[in-house]
């Protein structure tokens, strides 16, 4: 069985965009590219069938039923979970969800 197919909201799309862009201005552009390709890893990871994640603890995003995953540790990754596909809905910094 293969993976499931991962949709990239806009919303989220620009906000990994907009921290690939900072981690650039302020590292480097090799440092960037590695965050995305970092990102990219994940996703694959979180597209398999048999891999799930629990809901979120923030409760806007808990009461929207996104699930959840940590990356690289400060880092959270919202997305909706369904049989044929997944959609990546959020990314925030932990820090800024309180």
């Given amino acids: 069985m293969g993976n499931r197919k991962v949709v990239i909201q ?50 806007p995003w808990q009461e929207l039923g996104y699930k959840c995953v940590s990356f690289r540790k400060k880092y959270l990754i919202a997305y909706l979970e369904f049989e044929s596909e997944i959609i990546i809905c959020d990314f925030s910094h932990a820090a800024l969800l309180k």
């Fill in 10 to 59: 806009e919303n989220a799309v620009r906000r990994i965009a907009e921290t690939a862009w900072h981690i650039e201005s302020n590292f480097s552009a090799l440092s960037a590219k590695k965050f995305i390709d970092e990102i990219f890893i994940v996703l694959n990871k979180i597209s398999a069938p048999e891999v799930t994640y629990h809901p979120c603890t923030y409760r």
